[in-house]
């Protein structure tokens, strides 16, 4: 599985942007990038992916760089309930699981 | 909507003892997966089945095994606990692996091994 880099940790504050980057530079033509969340004691959450147009759901956006080596989640108004940790995943279509790697521990001020 | 649902909740064990952990995914879906999250830890893949066959197998030890039934639901049977057996176990499904890669986890379930 492709490998991907996030930071270790991001603070904002309730009802601003969240921009969380994810570097993906060994990603290949047929990973799509996933997004889930894990909030506290709770099972990781899907929340967006995409393969390289951007993307919108009602929980998020998903910025995709147009050579594709990185991506960047956006919460656009961040409530205190997007405390969690995101993670950034790589997978071919049809591939048969998730390989959760380190996430962004993501807090938010009220 | 009907989520991914697993049993029991919490389980205490002594070591040495035997643990099962069931899950019933949600309806419709084929794939299960298993997950162990150690405190601290992110989630580690375990195994994952395919109609009733195993699809992948992870770091799962061989104290460890699973199946997944006619039914759908899978169990996690755990034999001669250890301390570090103690975490939370996610059990996941999705609706074939052509179907998209959305995988939708259930609430998990904790083990504490004494």
């Known amino acids: 599985d492709a490998k991907t880099t996030q930071p270790n940790s991001m603070e904002s504050n309730e009802e601003e942007p969240v921009h969380l980057p994810c570097n993906h530079s060994?990603?290949?033509?047929?990973?799509?990038i996933h997004w889930y969340r894990q909030l506290p004691s709770q099972g990781p959450e899907y929340v967006i992916h995409?393969?390289?147009s951007n993307v919108n759901n009602r929980m998020a956006s998903l910025a995709i760089a147009e050579d594709r080596k990185s991506s960047t989640l956006i919460l656009h108004r961040a409530t205190l309930r997007d405390a969690a940790v995101y993670y950034c995943?790589?997978?071919?279509?049809?591939?048969?699981?998730?390989?959760f790697g380190q996430g962004t521990r993501l807090t938010i001020n009220p | 909507a009907a989520g991914v649902i697993q049993s029991p909740r919490h389980l205490i064990k002594e070591k040495r003892e035997t643990a099962t952990l069931k899950c019933y995914p949600i309806?419709?879906?084929?794939?299960v997966y298993w997950y162990q999250q150690g405190p601290g830890q992110d989630p580690q893949f375990l195994i994952s089945?395919?109609?009733?066959?195993?699809?992948d197998k992870g770091s799962i030890p061989d104290r460890f095994s699973a199946q997944q039934f006619s039914d759908y639901h899978s169990e996690l049977n755990m034999s001669s606990l250890e301390l570090g057996d103690s975490a939370l176990y996610f059990c996941?499904?999705?609706?074939?692996?052509?179907?998209?890669?959305?995988?939708?986890f259930g609430e998990g379930s904790w083990l504490t091994v004494v």
């Open positions: 996941a499904s999705r609706a074939g692996p052509r179907s998209g890669n959305t995988i939708y």
């Open positions: 060994t990603i290949s033509g047929t990973d799509y």
């Open positions: 995409g393969l390289t």
């Open positions: 995943i790589l997978i071919i279509q049809g591939a048969q699981k998730l390989v």
């Open positions: 309806p419709r879906h084929d794939t």
């Open positions: 089945f395919y109609e009733k066959m195993q699809s």
